[in-house]
């Protein structure tokens, strides 16, 4: 079946695999052309080839990195002429453990990479394009940043950041750009293996939905906040978790 383009460009970043490459592939099979990011160049060139090429292209680069960033948007706008929709995707989580031993120079890595580089993106995608013309922003979360979650403690409060950042962009690019983020449980990816590796049966069986999660639930969720379906949804933080809130009940 052949998509009609729907002439909008996307930038998702942290797009070779998982999450973002689901993203992506949503949003190409409704009609936009996508960008990605990544550090890999052969993982990215890997997923435009299976995106296609007509409607993908890729960046390489180190998301903190500002240079990059500035690298990126520029691309984008020369091979599209426009950047409709930014998805903050790329993230790192180097450290399992309890908050009392964390190093706080990984910390701060932790921090750079999953907040400053949102922040860093979304100032110049607005400035390039949706200052002017309009768009949306979608900043991938976590339930890690909604409640604790033993062991990824660092990884919880940037993505708790992320979440307020969100809330701080809605407001200040509003009425011109949406600003939404969601928040998945444990999708199944390279990035979550360790929380789900010989033993996804056991970890599933917590989901009242009895699975979890893969990168196109994810992308679907990203494809409706970047769509005209939530044209009136802003500041909101969607919580993508097969059920497992539902575990916090009584009874």
Known sequence: MTVQDSGKA???????????????????????????????????????DK?????????????????HQAVAVER???????????????????????MADLDLNVARKVYETNVISALGFAQRTWKAWQSEHGGAIVNIASVAGVAPSPFIGAYGMSKAAMI?????????????VRVNAIAPA??????????????????????????LGVPSDIGGAAAFLTS????????????????????AGVG
């Open 76 to 98: 984008v706008m020369e091979a599209y002429g426009r950047v409709d929709f930014l998805v903050n995707n790329a993230g790192t989580n180097p450290v399992f453990g309890p």
């Open 10 to 48: 996307a930038l998702v970043t942290g797009g070779s695999r998982g999450i973002g490459y689901g993203i992506a592939e949503a949003l190409i099979a409704r009609g936009d052309r996508v960008c990605i990011t990544g550090r890999n160049e052969d993982a990215l060139k890997e997923a435009v």
């Open 51 to 67: 995106l296609g090429a007509d409607r993908a292209m890729y960046v390489a680069g180190k998301a903190h990195d500002e240079a």
């Open 228 to 247: 005209d379906q939530s044209d009136w949804v802003t500041g909101q933080t969607l919580v993508v978790d097969g059920g497992i809130f539902l575990n």
């Open 164 to 176: 307020n950042l969100t809330v701080q962009l809605a407001h200040e690019f509003s009425p011109k």
């Open 186 to 211: 444990v999708i199944k990816t390279k990035f979550a293996e360790a929380l789900y590796e010989g033993r996804e049966e056991e970890a599933a069986a917590a989901y009242p939905l009895g699975r």
